[in-house]
């Protein structure tokens, strides 16, 4: 039996317990974000179960990451994206046995899937602190009417069995009470993302050998994407940019750093767009800090965004940005100043800010400030140790030791 030490307020020598869950280990911002905060929550004196699913074929995992930072990783395989009832209905039961035995004091879950399970799990086991981060604006060009109207209503379900929402902007705390009403403003906190961005810091600019990997001419003007080979990337659009880019600055050259199921289309539309040789794929790269030496220029297009990790690296590494003013874009390049915001769907406002940026000499110590004052990982882990004890504190929690074996 497990010994108990009664409090009100959050003992900090008892180690708190957490289950974090999300979907799959793939290369997003909600997975990267999972690890980071498994491995660095320690600090504060947090022991974490990160649970996750796999991670499709078609897809790239982040386990070696996972392992840089010593987290383990429980799987449930079937996690994975699924709409089978049965094979739901066996995650929960899983998710379940998961939390009675590991007992935590709070539950915190990542991503539409494991969010909506997780919170179910974590109120079926009787877990006395739940708490889900909402990373993208899901209602708004990942899925057809009909399934955003389903997700609506499982955002809804499940932020009444949460404790606490957290959003990555105040934009999307505004869409979450306002435009599609999912809870109250009082119960979403905004906590901008955590990156361990120390690396892209340091880095110097223009090594080369990125582009000798990729025979990419060392002085041409390099643009890059980065991102999953998806509709609500709208890769489409850059390569249309690209082709008016063309004509103004010939010798520029466009990098896609990525893959998914697109790639055939957007292959074949780079040779109805004459760009054979002015466009390179090189799907996914294990160390992608590497690339924003080279790369003199990251754009995000995206018809909808939460707060995209690559526009947060590159501007820590130095590289100025170009991005579609959606989602939580505009509050990351705070309005325009610290890079291009361009209205979604056009060819030609993106790429005339392309060759302005590309022609613009560029301080980058503004928004590399910016970065790592706003997006890095110890502000959030500071922020989410606040959080986490205020809410046990709130709830009278009772905080025990940990289950013996």
């Not at 040789?277 to 003199?296: E, H, K, L, M, Q």
């Not at 928004?367 to 790592?372: D, F, V």
Request: net charge negative; proline share 7%.
């Amino acid at each position: 039996m497990s010994e108990s030490l009664h409090t009100d307020t959050p003992n900090p020598d008892m180690p708190i317990r957490i289950v974090r869950i999300t979907t799959r280990l793939n290369i997003t911002g909600p997975a990267v974000q999972a690890v980071l905060l498994t491995a660095k929550m320690r600090d504060h004196g947090y022991e974490t179960l990160l649970v996750a699913g796999s991670v499709p074929p078609e897809e790239t995992e982040i386990l070696d990451q996972a392992r840089t930072y010593n987290v383990d990783t429980h799987f449930i395989p079937s996690m994975e994206r699924t709409v089978n009832p049965i094979v739901l209905f066996s995650v929960l039961r899983q998710l379940i046995d998961i939390m009675r035995t590991y007992q935590p004091h709070i539950v915190h879950t990542h991503t539409t899937t494991a969010g909506f399970l997780g919170r179910v799990a974590a109120r079926i086991a009787g877990v006395p602190v739940s708490v889900h981060t909402l990373h993208v604006y899901p209602f708004r060009g990942y899925y057809s009417r009909v399934t955003t109207s389903i997700f609506i209503w499982i955002e809804r379900l499940g932020a009444r069995l949460s404790d606490s929402i957290i959003t990555l902007s105040e934009g999307l705390r505004r869409q979450m009470t306002e435009k599609y009403p999912i809870t109250r403003k009082q119960r979403i906190t905004v906590l901008p993302l955590g990156l361990d961005l120390t690396s892209y810091l340091q880095m110097g600019r223009y090594r080369g050998a990125f582009r000798e990997e990729y025979n990419i001419p060392a002085d041409a003007p390099l643009i890059g994407i980065i991102g999953q080979l998806i509709p609500v990337k709208n890769h489409a659009l850059f390569l249309e940019a690209a082709q008016q880019v063309k004509q103004a600055v010939p010798d520029a050259h466009f990098v896609i750093i990525g893959d998914g199921f697109l790639k055939p289309a957007l292959q074949e539309r780079i040779q109805t767009l004459g760009l054979e040789d002015a466009v390179t794929f090189t799907g996914w790269i294990g160390n992608v800090a590497r690339a924003y030496c080279d790369i003199d220029m990251i754009v995000n297009c995206s018809l909808n965004e939460g707060t995209p990790l690559p526009l947060i690296e590159g501007l820590a590494a130095g590289c100025p940005v170009v991005a579609t003013e959606v989602g939580g874009i505009p509050e990351l390049l705070d309005g325009g100043r610290l890079g291009a915001l361009v209205p979604p769907n056009d060819p030609d406002a993106l790429s005339a800010a392309i060759v302005q940026t590309l022609a613009t000499d560029y301080d980058p110590k503004p928004a590399q400030e910016a970065m790592i004052n706003r997006y890095g990982i110890d502000r959030l882990t500071q922020d989410l140790d606040s959080l986490y004890r205020g809410l046990l504190t709130k709830k009278h929690v009772t905080l025990t030791q940990p289950p013996q074996d």
